[in-house]
């Protein structure tokens, strides 16, 4: 017989990859957030700090970091209050992981504009990625005060997950999926939490939500076969993980997944 706690922790440890490599410096996976020019723009309006901040701003969006850094500079040198260069520029160092030089450009924003949600989001995330959770989770709930936005309800959750709370981490998840049904990821996490606490059939129904959004992602078929092999369900669970393991990279998980089709032609399944 196959022993469900087993596998159920895991799908914990193998899902946990998925979801928290979302989130691998996801503040300028957010992107910085232009603001509507007042008029147009000339070509020759260098000394204009928002014509600096927008060329800034496609070259984050073309992934030259250095460029968007270089212009985000000379925007808050021509206005120091410039609060959408400061938040660039926060963006522009955490696409480089330098978490450092990125936390001090939020705090700038953040003088600014001390209640910016989304500011106080990447704040959140670079906290995270400097390992400190307890700070994370403290700027990432005062942004969701005052903007429960999913993508943070999002990052809550993980962070609540990963302290054990999971009624808590649930409800971040349910209600990141209620503002935004189109983020694979909040169904793989609603999966992994449903999981922890035993409802193995509910998880293989998010991670099965989450495969119609993205029908060719591994670890989502991973975690689908893990739950259906929970939820009692083992020649389902065979077929799911010999369908994957052709595509999966990792050689860890591709072991896993072979122990896992192993025990259930043992068990006879």
């Known amino acids: 017989m196959i022993a469900p706690r087993k596998v159920a922790s895991l799908l914990t440890a193998a899902s946990l ?25 000339k070509p020759t309006d260098e000394k204009n700090p928002q014509y600096q901040y927008e060329k800034g701003v ?43 030089l990125a936390m001090e450009a939020y705090e700038k924003a953040l003088a600014i504009k001390p209640n910016s949600a989304d500011v106080l989001r990447d ?15 403290a700027a990432l709930r005062k942004a969701y005060e005052i903007k429960d936005a999913f993508e943070t309800a999002y990052y809550l959750g993980k962070l609540c997950y990963g302290a054990g709370r999971y009624d808590e981490a649930l409800s971040y998840a349910v209600n990141s999926i209620q503002k935004n049904g189109q983020n694979a990821g909040a169904y793989n996490l609603k999966g992994v939490i449903l999981n922890q606490l035993g409802r193995y059939a509910e998880a293989a129904g998010s991670f099965q939500a989450g495969l ?9 078929q991973v975690n689908l076969g893990i739950a259906l ?14 369908a994957v393991l052709p595509k999966i990279q990792s050689e860890d998980l591709k072991k896993q997944v072979e122990d896992y089709i192993k025990a259930i032609k043992d068990a006879g399944k």
């Open 123 to 137: 704040v959140g995330l670079v906290y995270i990625e400097l390992k400190q959770p307890d700070k994370a989770e």
């Open 17 to 41: 990859v998925a979801v928290l490599a979302v989130s691998a410096c996801a503040a300028p996976a957010s992107g910085p957030r232009p603001s509507t020019p007042q008029r147009k723009l």
């Open 212 to 220: 119609i959004l993205t029908p060719a992602d591994v670890n989502l």
């Open 229 to 242: 092999l929970n939820s009692g369900d083992p020649s389902k669970a065979r077929a799911v993980f010999e």
């Open 58 to 100: 496609i070259a984050l969006r073309y992934g030259l970091p250095d460029e968007a850094i270089r212009y985000a500079r000379l925007a808050v040198s021509l206005d120091p209050q410039h609060f959408d260069s400061w938040s660039l520029l926060g963006s522009a160092y955490c696409s480089k992981a330098d978490y450092g």
